[in-house]
């Protein structure tokens, strides 16, 4: 399975920004999903994640009541809603998978929110 974040860009502080991963073909028994960021010079780090089943989301302190992750199940898409972004939220996010112990990755889009 290879997942396909999208939706980066170049935002305002305070504005708005909603990202996509698609994940073609079977999704089948992949719980959780999640979104990871990695900023220039930091390690990555885990920014949300969602149970498959149940819908149990989990968050950052940094960017809890800001971001909201949800699943488009018909469509095999995972959102990451990021509101009232801030300057610190610039980095790479990549999406997230696991089936089993198999980890799976979508290439990083880049989020760059000016001040």
């Known amino acids: 399975v290879q997942l396909q974040a999208s939706g980066g860009g170049l935002v305002q502080a305070g504005g708005s920004l909603r990202l996509s991963c698609a994940a073609p073909?079977?999704?089948?028994?992949?719980?959780?999903w999640g979104w990871f960021r990695q900023a220039p010079g930091k390690l990555r780090e885990v920014v949300a994640t969602?149970?498959?089943?149940?819908?149990?989301?989990a968050y950052a302190d940094s960017v809890k009541g800001r971001f909201t992750i949800s699943r488009d199940n018909t469509k095999n898409l995972v959102f990451l809603q990021m509101d009232s972004v801030k300057p610190e939220d610039t980095a790479v996010y990549y999406c997230?998978?696991?089936?089993?112990?198999?980890?799976?990755w979508g290439k990083g889009t880049q989020v760059t929110v000016s001040s």
């Open positions: 969602l149970t498959a089943t149940g819908g149990m989301t």
């Open positions: 997230w998978g696991r089936r089993g112990i198999t980890h799976y």
């Open positions: 073909g079977s999704s089948f028994g992949i719980n959780p």
